[in-house]
């Protein structure tokens, strides 16, 4: 079963590389993968990616709903942009968060997808979901024998290792986090906008398991609130697609402004619960993000 799900780990050249804005070219997700693993080798010979143990002591101390100074920067009002337009646009914007795999006697080397994330401002400051950093969070995590990190990278294949997680916020589901940017790569990050009505046109990229880089579009299809999640009960439930992986996604309008974040999702079966009949996208509306943050 681990052979399923963990990629395997080959070399490449380094002449190969993937290009942001070329989304009509048709993705090669083992070139992508191979690439990836081979930068985040050469970093981490270099020492400049933290492992595991190293992660979760810096983290295991970071206080529950910690409202942080973060600078971002607010969407201003502008024409609307094609879905081709918004969805080069996300290629840019959108980073792959990688879980790392040591060779052990049952197991081989690799990496998978673990999750999605994105930038809010140039300085490299990242939101996913508070559940991706749970086993960072937690006082006594359950090591494995061949866990070894969680690291990032973006469209081209640029790695960057989770640098400290600055705030979480486990019913927000949220997580703040900076990363170490030590090849100096330029980031591009999205502008926060505002709550969306219900009906208002949505889009979002993010990688459902072994399918990274997938654009899907949908609409607001309800704002509510769930008991369940306790202070910030807030859900924004929309229809377009994802998945495990795509925890972290960003979802914005017309416009390009990040309006809300993947989350969770919540299946609906008929009486005899044999045959699913719907699946309910939860997500965290943009302005949970502005309550865990100060400018």
């Known amino acids: 079963m681990f052979r399923k799900w963990v990629l395997l780990a080959m070399l490449v050249g380094s002449g190969h590389t993937l290009l942001a804005q070329d989304t009509i070219q048709f993705r090669d997700d083992d070139q992508f993968t191979k690439l990836v693993y081979n930068n985040v080798r050469e970093d ?3 020492g400049g990616v933290k492992g595991f143990r190293q992660l979760w002591a810096e983290s295991v101390n970071v206080l529950p709903s910690q409202k942080v ?3 971002y920067t607010q969407a201003k009002e502008k024409k609307p942009m094609t879905p081709v337009a918004l969805a080069k646009q996300l290629h840019e914007q959108v980073f792959v968060i990688w879980k790392f795999f040591r060779k052990t006697e049952t197991n ?5 997808i673990a999750a999605t994330a994105f930038p809010i401002n140039e300085d490299g400051t990242m939101v996913t979901n ?3 950093f749970e086993v960072l969070l937690k006082k006594t995590p359950e090591f494995y024998e061949m866990d ?6 973006d469209v081209n294949g640029n790695v960057f290792s989770i640098d400290k997680i600055l705030s979480c916020d486990e019913n927000a589901d949220l ?3 900076t990363i170490k940017n030590v090849h100096a790569v330029k980031i591009h990050p999205l502008a926060l906008g505002n709550d969306a009505p219900v009906g208002t046109p949505v889009y979002l990229l993010s990688h459902p398991e072994g399918f990274p880089y997938y ?3 949908g609409q607001v299809a309800r704002n509510a609130k769930y008991g369940e999640f306790g202070a910030y009960t807030e859900r924004m439930d929309i229809t377009a697609d994802y998945a495990i992986g795509s925890s972290g996604g960003p979802i914005v309008n017309e416009f390009g402004a990040l309006i809300g974040v993947v989350s969770s999702t919540h299946s609906i079966y008929g009486k005899q619960r044999q045959e699913m009949q719907m699946v309910v996208k939860q997500t965290i509306p943009v302005r ?3 309550s865990i943050m100060t400018k």
């Open 44 to 46: 981490m010979k270099g």
């Open 69 to 71: 100074s973060v600078k």
């Open 108 to 112: 081989i080397e690799g990496i998978s």
């Open 130 to 132: 508070q559940h991706v």
């Open 148 to 153: 070894s990190t969680l690291f990032l990278s």
């Open 175 to 177: 997580a703040l986090f």
């Open 215 to 217: 654009f899907s579009s």
């Open 288 to 290: 949970s993000i502005y």
